[in-house]
T-cell receptor, first 112, second 112 residues
Framework: DTGVSQNPRHKITKRGQNVTFRCDPISEHNRLYWYRQTLGQGPEFLTYFQNEAQLEKSRLLSDRFSAERPKGSFSTLEIQRTEQGDSAMYLC??????????FGSGTQLSVL | QKEVEQDPGPLSVPEGAIVSLNCTYSNSAFQYFMWYRQYSRKGPELLMYTYSSGNKEDGRFTAQVDKSSKYISLFIRDSQPSDSATYLCAMNTRGGADGLTFGKGTHLIIQP
């Protein structure tokens, strides 16, 4: 499978715990995006990498959120001190430098 | 007013019918327009991509863009039960560093 891969598919955690998600983009895609989607809403942009550089961050991305793409390949999104409002589907997408984004299946986070 | 407006539905039609899905937008800087299909608990899948006013056809799908009216449409001919999903419109500015802006999605149900 050469699509965007996300792990884990599901994560259940208790409020206050830290969680980390991983995204493996399509090979040779230099752009990588993180989005968040809640029930009944479209995905909302969180952050964007071009190669290893994080070039854009949404105001939605509070200080508890951090994303990395250390070698310009896979990326991780960490949420510290999770809150119930963080419960959502976290989607990763990649592109080859144009406006076509290809999404993974997402990580469904439930904060209890 | 949100930047992208999309009727969430649900929209229920009989198998074989022509389906019309629509979005309006307010930001005249949007230049690239996409339609994504999303099945339950899956990531969005890119269906159609266009950057000019007019029609673009791909099999049973036709995307239509009217930049003067800030209105885009997706038509599905000969609709099938497997087309039942949520359809998301998305759009981007030139360069696209801040990612796609999505509509809420329209939940489509094709009745066998």
């Amino acid at each position: 499978d050469t699509g965007v891969s996300q792990n884990p598919r599901h994560k259940i955690t208790k409020r206050g715990q830290n969680v980390t998600f991983r995204c493996d983009p399509i090979s040779e895609h230099n752009r990588l995006y993180w989005y968040r989607q809640t029930l009944g809403q479209g995905p909302e942009f969180l952050t964007y990498f071009q190669n290893e550089a994080q070039l854009e961050k949404s105001r939605l991305l509070s200080d508890r959120f951090s994303a990395e793409r250390p070698k310009g390949s896979f990326s991780t999104l960490e949420i510290q001190r999770t809150e119930q409002g963080d419960s959502a589907m976290y989607l990763c997408a990649s592109s080859a430098g144009d406006e076509k984004l290809f999404f993974g299946s997402g990580t469904q986070l439930s904060v209890l | 007013q949100k930047e992208v407006e999309q009727d969430p539905g649900p929209l229920s039609v009989p198998e074989g019918a022509i389906v019309s899905l629509n979005c309006t937008y307010s930001n005249s800087a949007f230049q690239y327009f996409m339609w994504y299909r999303q099945y339950s608990r899956k990531g969005p899948e890119l269906l159609m991509y266009t950057y000019s006013s007019g029609n673009k056809e791909d099999g049973r799908f036709t995307a239509q863009v009217d930049k003067s009216s800030k209105y885009i449409s997706l038509f599905i001919r000969d609709s099938q039960p497997s087309d039942s999903a949520t359809y998301l419109c998305a759009m981007n500015t030139r360069g696209g560093a801040d990612g796609l802006t999505f509509g809420k999605g329209t939940h489509l149900i094709i009745q066998p």
